[in-house]
């Protein structure tokens, strides 16, 4: 099984279990995975939540894998205006987000590597999910984040007994610090490490499962792309199965503050109150934009003001959630398709 895998640059391959999260000539990394028509979609009911898709993953010894039973989050049908939404709670992870998909799979990966110390850096939530998983697999975390991250968000991670170093300045300030500590260690970012993608791809499976009619448009609260690319990836492997006709529109929502993904030139940054996608560089920005492109995915922006309010609003329809989360039920009455899911993405106690 093992061999029918491998990671890969636009100009080299390399073999699965190689200890690297970036090609030699500094270019990111991608999996090769062996799905095609051939393929049979296995699912394991032995394993828990997004683990009985472990066939899928390339975590190859059941004895390596971290993991709290996370995933199998509910998708629940709401009435928005006169459209029909479907929902799926991301936020019903162990850790408060789903960033847990990512990091349940690449620490797995990291335990199988044999790797005991690691480095990563987060504005909040991937940290946080870091640290819980390095801290159930007993590897030693050391998390960067800005001095401006969500004090809340901060205090999880070092309840997990990770080693957290605040940086003052912005997020690329944070990413260059935790790279250059990488080089003695193992980067175990959310964003330029492709097994996170291995997992978050798992949320394709669900939704593909959970859903007998299939949504024409889903959007998502886009940072640095982990979802969406994630979903990208896990739809693509059911079409190449023949599982799946066709992926559905994947859209991007970004608060107007942090346009990152827009196409227009000029672009102006200011804070946004959506913590979580105030990312100005995204790492994978060229894949994101082809995923759009390929899905035929829209691009939307939320201003501050419409932000709070649809925080609030979703308050008062019973879902706890995080500003971050708002930003992509806001968008919903800027789409003509009439099939919508939008993932909840973060848990609303980490906001208080
Ligand atoms: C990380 C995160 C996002 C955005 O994810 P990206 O991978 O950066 O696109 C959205 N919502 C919440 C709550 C998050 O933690």
Redesign the pocket.
Known sequence: MKELWSLKTSTKNYPIDEKIWIGEDGELLEIQSPFDKKFLFYTDHHYQGLWKFRQQIPVFDVKNIVSFGEGSTPVVKEKWNDQEVSLKL??LFPT????DR?ATVLLSKIKELGIEKIVED?????GCAIAAYAAKAGIEAEIYVSSQASPAKIKQMKGYGAHVIEIEGTREDVAEAAKKAATKTYYAS??YNPFFFEG?KTFAYEVWEQCKDMPEEII??????????GAYIGFSELVSAGLLKEIPRLSIAQAQNCPSLSKDVGLNFQPTV????G?KN?VRKNL?HQIQRLTKGNYYTVNEEDILKEHQSLHRKGYF?????A??TAAIPKTSSKKVLV?L???GL?NL
Do not use: D
């Open positions: 991301e936020f408060g987000s789903y960033k990512g987060s504005s909040g939530n991937a959310h964003s978050t998502f609260p886009v940072g640095n792309g982990t979802l969406i690319i959506a913590e979580g996608i990312v995204p994101i959630v995080e500003l971050t989360s930003v992509a993932p993405t973060g848990h980490k």
